[in-house]
Nanobody
Framework: QVQLVESGGGLVQAGGSLKLSCAAS????????MGWFRQAPGKEREFVAA????????YYADSVKGRFTISRDNANNTVSLQMNSLKAEDTAVYYC????????????????????WGQGTQVTVSS
């Protein structure tokens, strides 16, 4: 089992940057592929980005491609989301999630494929 704790959210102006971090407990972090999702008020949770167990492969939603970068540090049990050129529509609660399967197994953009979730961190982008 793994516990996930997100941090780094906050208020930022449009065009600015934020870096989210997710700290994982346990010794088996490297056996999970990881993902970031977000949920805006009144909307369904949507996929943002995912990364393979080794960190060698990544996958992004079209809406964030070229602006967001997912990375991981298996030595320190963390996964990060660097968010640049933020827009008002990026405002949401951001969640990190862990998945037993590696990135190319199944569909990493489906929330139901993830086994563990953090509590979320709020990101607000003012226009």
């Amino acid at each position: 089992q793994v516990q996930l704790v997100e941090s780094g959210g906050g208020l930022v102006q449009a065009g600015g940057s934020l870096k989210l971090s997710c700290a994982a407990s346990g010794r088996t972090f490297a056996t999970y592929s990881m993902g970031w999702f977000r949920q805006a008020p009144g909307k369904e949770r949507e996929f943002v980005a995912a990364i393979s167990r080794s960190g060698a492969r990544t996958y992004y939603a079209d809406s964030v491609k070229g602006r967001f970068t997912i990375s991981r540090d298996n030595a320190n049990n963390t996964v990060s989301l660097q968010m640049n050129s933020l827009k008002a529509e990026d405002t949401a609660v951001y969640y990190c999630a862990a998945r037993f399967n590696d990135l190319w197994v199944g569909n990493p953009s489906f929330a139901r494929e993830y086994n563990y979730w953090g509590q979320g961190t709020q990101v607000t982008v003012s226009s």
